[in-house]
């Protein structure tokens, strides 16, 4: 059975993907529904998929 620090790190990389998607989910709906650059969903997709990235970026890197 994994230790408490493996499945914590997994559980990061799980959540860190997922907030990716989000954000690719929420850019993908409001550009298609006509959202222009500055709109709160294309804001709100980038802001998820940087923090997202930047999440898996540091679970990955190790310490």
Known sequence: MPGRR???????????????????VLLVRT???????????VILGVLFVAAG???LYLALRGP
């Open 31 to 41: 550009v298609a529904a006509g959202g222009g650059g500055l709109a709160t969903g």
């Open 53 to 55: 990235a930047a999440r």
């Open 6 to 24: 493996g499945i914590y790190g997994s559980s990061t990389q799980i959540m860190s993907v997922l907030m990716v998607i989000v954000g690719i």
